[in-house]
């Protein structure tokens, strides 16, 4: 799991809470990049994600103290960047549909032979989706996260949040005619 | 990093995987020590942020103990004085569906999967209605009716259809009459066929709103429909547009009936010369102060053109990019434009008053209701009067009051101050203890990153509730208490006070889950039965609430 890796993480975010930015710069090397890329999936705008990211780690560095479960910090983390996020989204700074695809470079189009769904069709449908759901995909299939993750990034329990990610993928699946 | 476990996924999540990393690309450096220094150098002193209490928080809000240790950890909680504390027991039960009693028969055919469960709050006798176009069409939806029960689909859901070279069809509004729960239905007739329709009882009267075509109707029996003429409903927003009406859930409040209204401008692309696109076309401003003309295709915005939008001393002028005009609009200024781009659509809100066999549009004051939702104001009528909210731009809550639905003041906002609801997903009225209880459910911001929900009883003051997955959704089943939480942990109360988990209702909706294999859907009360929407999957696709469990409670008195 990606963390604060041979170190008392404990310790690290007491530190960190303290006051010591080196402590703080070891949060940030862990978790960093795992914000940025939900944020990215969030956005689909790479500098609307490292400037939630930002303002994200402006929040965290004021709420450190309050951390009691260290062991849930990167679900912690990612669910404040993600917040950070939708709140830019919804300021209206949001890209239209033209320019989300015309920035899928890196999904290559072409129909999956195990689905028959097209990969960019699958992704006109996900940037459809609400930013919540969207940040609950990338945290499930891109960062790893488990069902207890989830749940403590999302505020729903574990079940709660199966059941949710089963009704984004059939929405996903109704609206692609996957059935 | 974790790498994604895909074992036990189908090929669907895989591609899902797939594309989600292909477009968020690899992973990069990061120059940790530069950011916590830029973070920890421009930030302000730490100052602990108060705490958001809830002395008021109703007991039943603590329902759903998933574990001996949510319980442990909520009592600690207590102990400390920290974030939840009990208020006072509920002393008047909530807007309640009274006049029914007994709504499953003494003989249950046997070909209806029952029996009868015992639970803290006594025995229970239940059914479980798989669905069959003989006995239990759709819709599953109950409420009370003048001879028994009502049961309401309001259409406009996309469902499986057996019409020749169809494969999906959209359900249409449909009213059925059954003597009680597991009885044939009856399909009654509406007054008109539209799209879709609402159906909301209200003292004793049933109000039902249609769109495409926009109506309105009210019944005493819910067989003789009075219209309601809507001819004055004319949306405050600017004249020259045509203006599609459509109505919301009507409030009731010392005999006074108010309706929300919402106006979605049909001829927007006029305004960008595209009058071919309809309503389906926004602006889009861009980078050189010009404003790109976007189709909506319903699979995303396409680049169609690109215009000039100016303000003028009485509204908006439209003109091609060599400054032909297009189109002028009155009324209207940069808000609109900015509204329309955010939201896709041209919309504009009021109220309406019920004045005897019409309805009266009633503007509710202060600037222009403009913002990113095409939701229309959410009404709620209490003991004291109406009350009316919208969600603002900025995360807000708009609030307005009034004593008799025709003079409306604005209230401040909700969301500026500690201990109010802001960045509502959606607001809703549902019955409280003490009446009908606005509900309002939002993100919080804090450390707590969790879904909660506001309640408030009066529209003024608010409370906070648990997180929405383990808040209790109190059911009064006559004079005691059921709850159930997102995953299906029952409790029940015989006081309403204090509260002790149900295994045994698991047990037996389980068991109706797996007849049913779907997933689960709404559940609501009339009078001491309780009724339980399954969701079931469709061969084309997508899910249809056709499967219905029904548990009726022994004695006590409604």
Same mark, same amino acid.
């Given at each position: 799991m990606t963390g604060v890796v041979g170190e008392d993480l404990s310790g690290v975010i007491a530190s960190a809470a303290a006051g010591d930015d080196h402590a703080f710069s070891r949060i940030v090397a862990a978790y960093h990049d795992d914000m940025r890329r939900v944020c990215a999936f969030v956005t689909r705008d790479e500098a609307l994600a490292e400037e939630a990211v930002q303002a994200a780690w402006s929040t965290v560095w004021h709420k450190l103290g309050a951390v009691r479960q260290p062991e849930r910090i990167r679900p912690w983390l990612v669910s404040i960047a993600v917040n950070q996020a939708r709140d830019l989204l919804r300021k209206g700074r949001r890209r239209s549909e033209a320019e989300l695809l015309a920035n899928a470079r890196n999904v290559m189009a072409g129909v999956d032979p195990a689905t028959g769904i097209d990969s960019l069709d699958l992704l006109a449908a996900m940037d459809r989706l609400d930013p919540e759901d969207r940040a609950l995909i990338a945290m499930r299939y891109v960062l790893g996260f488990d069902a207890t993750e989830l749940a403590a990034a999302i505020g729903l329990s574990p079940p709660g949040t199966r059941a949710r990610l089963a009704r984004i993928l059939g929405k996903l699946r109704e609206e692609l005619g996957h059935g | 990093?974790?790498?994604?476990?895909? +074992?036990?996924?189908?090929?669907?999540?895989?591609?899902?995987?797939? &594309? +989600?990393?292909?477009?968020?690309?690899?992973?990069?450096?990061?120059?940790?020590?530069?950011? +916590?220094?830029?973070?920890?150098?421009?930030?302000?002193?730490?100052?602990?942020?108060?705490?958001?209490?809830?002395?008021?928080?109703?007991?039943?809000?603590?329902?759903?103990?998933?574990?001996?240790?949510?319980?442990?950890?909520?009592?600690?909680?207590?102990?400390?004085?920290?974030?939840?504390? *009990?208020?006072?027991?509920?002393?008047?039960? @909530?807007?309640?569906?009274? =006049?029914?009693?007994?709504?499953?028969?003494?003989?249950?055919?046997?070909?209806?999967?029952?029996?009868?469960?015992?639970?803290?709050?006594?025995?229970?006798?239940?059914?479980?209605?798989?669905? =069959?176009?003989?006995?239990? @069409?759709?819709?599953? $939806?109950?409420?009370?009716? @003048?001879?028994?029960?009502?049961?309401?689909?309001?259409?406009?859901?996309?469902?499986?259809?057996?019409?020749?070279?169809?494969?999906?069809?959209?359900?249409?509004?449909?009213?059925?009459?059954?003597?009680?729960?597991?009885?044939?239905?009856?399909?009654?007739?509406?007054?008109?066929?539209?799209?879709?329709?609402?159906?909301?009882?209200?003292?004793?009267?049933?109000?039902?709103? #249609?769109?495409?075509? #926009?109506?309105?109707?009210?019944?005493? =029996?819910?067989?003789?429909?009075?219209?309601?003429?809507?001819?004055?409903?004319?949306?405050?927003?600017?004249?020259?547009?045509?203006?599609? &009406?459509?109505?919301?859930?009507?409030?009731?409040?010392?005999?006074?009936? &108010?309706?929300?209204?919402?106006?979605?401008?049909?001829?927007?692309?006029?305004?960008?010369?595209?009058?071919?696109?309809?309503?389906? &076309?926004?602006?889009?401003?861009?980078?050189?102060?010009? !404003?790109? %003309?976007?189709?909506?295709?319903?699979?995303? !915005?396409?680049?169609?053109?690109?215009?000039?939008?100016?303000?003028?001393?009485?509204?908006? $002028?439209?003109? =091609? %990019?060599?400054?032909?005009?297009?189109?002028?609009?009155?009324?209207?200024?940069?808000?609109?434009?900015?509204?329309?781009?955010? *939201?896709?659509?041209?919309?504009?809100?009021?109220?309406?008053?019920v004045e005897g066999g019409a309805v009266s549009p009633v503007d509710l004051p202060g600037p222009p209701l403009y913002d990113h939702s095409d939701d229309g104001p959410t009404l709620f009528g209490s003991n004291s009067g109406f009350h009316a909210f919208k969600s603002a731009t900025d995360g807000t809550i708009r609030t307005w009051r009034s004593s008799d639905g025709r003079t409306w003041t604005e209230g401040a906002p909700l969301g500026d101050s500690e201990g109010e609801p802001r960045d509502a997903y959606y607001i809703e009225t549902r019955p409280g203890w003490d009446g009908p209880a606005a509900v309002v459910a939002v993100r919080m911001d804090d450390e707590a990153q969790r879904s909660v929900s506001w309640e408030s009883a009066d529209g003024v003051s608010w409370t906070p509730g648990m997180d929405l997955s383990y808040a209790c959704h109190a059911l009064r089943i006559g004079d005691r208490w059921l709850c159930s939480s997102e995953d299906e942990d029952w409790s029940t109360s015989m006081d309403g006070e204090s509260w002790e988990p149900a295994p045994t209702l698991s047990q037996v909706h389980w068991k109706g889950h797996i007849l049913g294999s779907g997933s689960l859907g709404p559940k609501w009360v009339i009078g001491t039965t309780l009724f339980y929407a399954v969701h079931v999957r469709e061969p084309g696709g997508g899910t249809r609430q056709r499967d219905l469990w029904v548990l009726e409670f022994e004695g006590g008195e409604t």
């Open positions: - | 990093m974790v790498e994604w476990d895909a +074992a036990g996924v189908d090929a669907f999540e895989r591609q899902v995987a797939d &594309v +989600a990393r292909r477009v968020i690309g690899p992973s990069r450096p990061v120059d940790a020590l530069a950011i +916590a220094q830029s973070v920890v150098g421009s930030a302000s002193p730490r100052v602990p942020r108060p705490r958001v209490t809830a002395s008021t928080l109703r007991p039943w809000r603590w329902r759903t103990l998933l574990t001996a240790v949510l319980l442990v950890a909520l009592a600690l909680i207590t102990l400390v004085g920290g974030l939840l504390l *009990t208020g006072s027991a509920p002393t008047t039960p @909530p807007v309640g569906d009274d =006049d029914v009693v007994a709504l499953l028969p003494v003989e249950i055919p046997a070909r209806i999967p029952h029996g009868v469960v015992d639970t803290p709050i006594g025995r229970a006798r239940w059914a479980f209605l798989t669905w =069959d176009p003989s006995n239990l @069409p759709a819709p599953l $939806r109950s409420m009370p009716g @003048p001879a028994g029960l009502l049961w309401f689909d309001g259409g406009g859901q996309s469902t499986a259809c057996e019409e020749p070279g169809k494969v999906r069809c959209r359900a249409r509004p449909q009213l059925w009459a059954s003597a009680d729960a597991i009885s044939e239905r009856v399909e009654q007739t509406l007054p008109v066929v539209a799209e879709e329709a609402m159906l909301t009882p209200l003292d004793g009267t049933w109000w039902l709103g #249609t769109y495409r075509p #926009t109506t309105l109707w009210r019944s005493t =029996d819910a067989e003789t429909w009075e219209p309601l003429d809507l001819g004055a409903l004319i949306s405050p927003g600017p004249a020259d547009l045509d203006w599609e &009406v459509r109505l919301g859930e009507p409030a009731t409040s010392g005999g006074a009936t &108010v309706v929300p209204v919402v106006y979605a401008a049909r001829d927007g692309g006029r305004l960008l010369g595209r009058p071919d696109l309809g309503s389906f &076309v926004r602006p889009e401003r861009s980078t050189s102060g010009t !404003y790109r %003309v976007q189709e909506d295709t319903q699979g995303g !915005y396409v680049d169609v053109g690109e215009v000039r939008i100016e303000e003028t001393a009485t509204g908006l $002028r439209f003109s =091609d %990019v060599t400054g032909n005009p297009i189109a002028t609009l009155d009324g209207a200024d940069r808000d609109l434009i900015e509204a329309w781009e955010t *939201t896709g659509t041209i919309v504009d809100y009021n109220v309406a008053l």
